[in-house]
Each structure stands twice: as structure tokens, then as C-alpha cells.
């Protein structure tokens, strides 16, 4: 007996000691490896053995995302209120003031802008540590303005999530945050301003099924969860074995819904690549052939790089030539291509000069 005690005891004891970190080393939560502290900063906290990537806030993705001293945050009066006086366990009030307290944030997701290796664009950044990254009102309200900010600025905007989904103490007001972000991101679309989603651990609920499936382009961390229901409710309804891997990002990639797996130590090169590709892109489309002899006026707007904003409509509109100005062809990768600007009716004149032509 004793001895059956001893082994029972060394076991425990060796258990114990690979919990042991404490500020200085820290345990990858999937391989069980002790990593270094600051390695595991280095390596913006993803493991070097199995590369797994810890949840990290939202405050410290736009310290890897957008350039130093650039990002000015957006939106930030915008919060919750308990509209429904809705109370569980707790009151909702109290869950909000705690998780306001712990994470120091007023929201689950923070907005603004700033320069993606001097790219100007729009973030919008969800952090799971509040409230589960859940999506209510104001979570929703932050990323619709900043929707309209990027679509006002013609920048191109980057939305990150991490979220179990919509919030249900908010009941249906939550619910509707789904279908506002996607109509106004339906309006990005057509402004041709170019929208990049990136989904991380976990990317859930709502969220999955509204802004963050219907980007121009989708990027997602390895290894990260993205579902709508969770395996065990879909396992349930229609009674089969999920296949392995499922609903991770790995899994995604393969039936297209994800287009590319990011390394967090690369998502920061691979944001700017694409916001270098589609300025480049929006230059090449935008560009109007030019007659002899005509005024350069109409060629203002279009020229313009995503990025800069739309200059004041002009004014005088016999100056301005609108015709002969061809929709611009869809980019290769199936992206919505930067719309034209904007352009008053042609006026009969016009039209008797392009048919003489
Ligand atoms: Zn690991």
C-alpha cells in the first residue's frame, strides 16, 4: 500500500512541476512545452515548437498590426447600455462593469485608424477577453461607423475577430448587429474599397455569420476555430461524425472559405503585401483613357489611389466629361474592383460627341 501511495504522490509531484511558470516561463497550452517569457514575446506569442497561438488582446494586435505611434483610436464613446435590464446570474450591468474593469477596454472591440506599413486604413480589432468577444450595440455600431469612416476615407479596412458570437444579453439588438455591418459592408463593396477579414481563435457565432465571412479577402490564424454552431449541436442535428479537423482554420482552407492561413509573425508583412496589391490595383483599374484635347478635369477622382480621400465633387458639370469612362474590370482575384466615381447624368451633348466618334 505504501508503495502504491509513493507512486500515486511522485506522479502529482511531477505534475505540479510542469504548472510551475510564474511570470518567467509560461507552459504552451497545446503541446505542454515551457516556453521562455520573452521568447514567447519575440515569437508574438506563438509557440516554437507546435506554433500555437495564444489569445492575445486587442491591444496587442494593433501593436503587431499597424505601425508605431500611427493608430488613433475611433469610436471609443460609443458602449453598451442594459437596454433590456437584463439580468441571469448576474445582472448584465455588473458583467459589463467587471469586464470593463478587467480588460480595460469600454467595448469587445476597438476601432480606429491607422498605417499598415504605411498603408493608411481602417481597424477594427474584437478582443475575447470581454465578454467573450461577444457582439451587442455598441460592439456593432463601432464597427458600422468604422465602416463609414473607411468608406468616407476611401481606406481600406481590416477587421480582426475573435468572438464566441452575438450577445445574448441583448437579445435581439445584438441580432441586428449582423445584418447592419453586412448591409453597410455591401456599400464598401460598391465604393470599391477593399475590405480584409482576418479570423482568429476563436472566430464564432454571429460574427462567423456576418462581417467576418464576406471579406475581399479572408485570412486566418492556424489552428483557429471558425463555426457558426459548435460541433457538438450540428453532431446532434444531423446525426453523423464530424470529420476530423473540423471547423478549424486548416479544415476552412480546404473547402474555400478561408483564403489563407497566417503565422502571426507574418500577418503583419501579409496585410501590407495586400494593401500594397489592391492600391496597386485600384491605380491600374481607376485610370480613364484620355482624348485628345480633352480636359483633364474628370480624371481627378479617378486616378485616386484607395487611400486617399474622394476630393469635392466638381462643379461646373459641362467641364466635366463623364462619358467614355469604362466600369472598371473586376481584379484577378475575383475582388470587387474600385467602383468609378461617382459622375453627374451625361448630358445630351455629351452623348452626340460620342456617337460622332
Ligand atoms: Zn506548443
Request: glycine residues 8%; aromatic residues 6%; contains cysteine.
Amino acid at each position: 500500500m505504501t508503495w502504491l501511495r509513493k507512486a500515486k504522490e511522485g506522479l502529482k509531484a511531477q505534475q505540479r512541476r510542469r504548472e510551475l511558470p510564474d511570470g518567467l516561463w509560461t507552459k504552451c497550452e497545446d503541446c505542454g512545452e515551457i516556453l521562455y517569457h520573452k521568447e514567447l514575446e519575440r515569437n508574438l506569442w506563438t509557440c516554437s515548437k507546435c506554433s500555437y497561438h495564444f489569445r492575445i488582446s486587442a491591444r496587442a494586435y494593433i501593436k503587431i498590426l499597424v505601425d508605431d505611434e500611427t493608430f488613433v483610436e475611433r469610436f471609443s464613446e460609443v458602449v453598451s447600455t442594459d437596454p433590456l435590464k437584463f439580468r441571469d446570474a448576474k445582472r448584465y450591468s455588473d458583467r459589463l462593469k467587471k469586464a470593463r474593469e478587467e480588460t480595460g477596454l469600454s467595448e469587445a472591440v476597438v476601432c480606429g485608424e491607422g498605417r499598415i506599413e504605411d498603408h493608411p486604413c481602417v481597424v477594427a480589432i474584437m478582443d475575447f477577453s470581454f465578454l467573450g468577444g461577444s457582439l451587442a450595440s455598441a460592439a456593432g455600431e463601432r464597427i458600422a461607423r468604422s465602416i463609414l469612416l473607411a468608406i468616407e476615407t476611401r481606406r481600406p479596412l481590416l477587421i480582426l475577430s475573435a468572438s464566441g458570437g452575438a450577445r445574448m444579453f441583448e437579445g435581439i439588438l445584438s441580432l441586428m448587429q449582423m445584418a447592419k455591418t453586412n448591409a453597410l459592408l455591401a456599400r464598401l463593396s460598391d465604393a470599391g474599397v477593399p475590405y480584409i477579414s482576418i479570423m482568429t481563435h476563436p472566430t464564432t457565432g454571429g460574427v462567423t455569420a456576418s462581417f467576418a465571412s464576406v471579406g475581399d479577402v479572408i485570412l486566418a490564424e492556424p489552428k483557429a476555430l471558425i463555426g457558426f454552431a459548435g460541433p457538438r449541436v450540428i453532431k446532434q442535428t444531423i446525426n453523423q461524425e464530424l470529420p476530423e479537423g473540423f471547423q478549424r482554420s486548416e479544415f476552412l482552407l480546404q473547402k474555400g472559405m478561408v483564403d489563407r492561413i497566417v503565422h502571426r509573425t507574418e500577418l503583419k508583412k501579409t496585410v501590407a503585401w495586400l494593401l500594397h496589391f489592391f492600391a496597386a490595383g485600384a491605380a491600374i483599374s481607376q485610370k480613364p483613357r484620355r482624348r485628345a484635347g480633352e480636359s483633364l478635369e474628370r480624371f481627378r477622382s479617378a486616378s485616386l489611389p484607395v487611400g486617399t480621400a474622394l476630393p469635392p465633387a466638381p462643379t461646373a458639370s459641362a467641364e466635366v466629361v463623364p462619358a467614355g469612362i469604362e466600369a472598371p474590370e473586376p481584379s484577378p482575384n475575383g475582388a470587387p474592383a474600385p467602383a468609378a466615381p461617382s459622375e453627374p447624368p451625361v448630358p445630351a451633348k455629351v452623348r452626340e460627341v460620342r456617337v460622332e466618334e
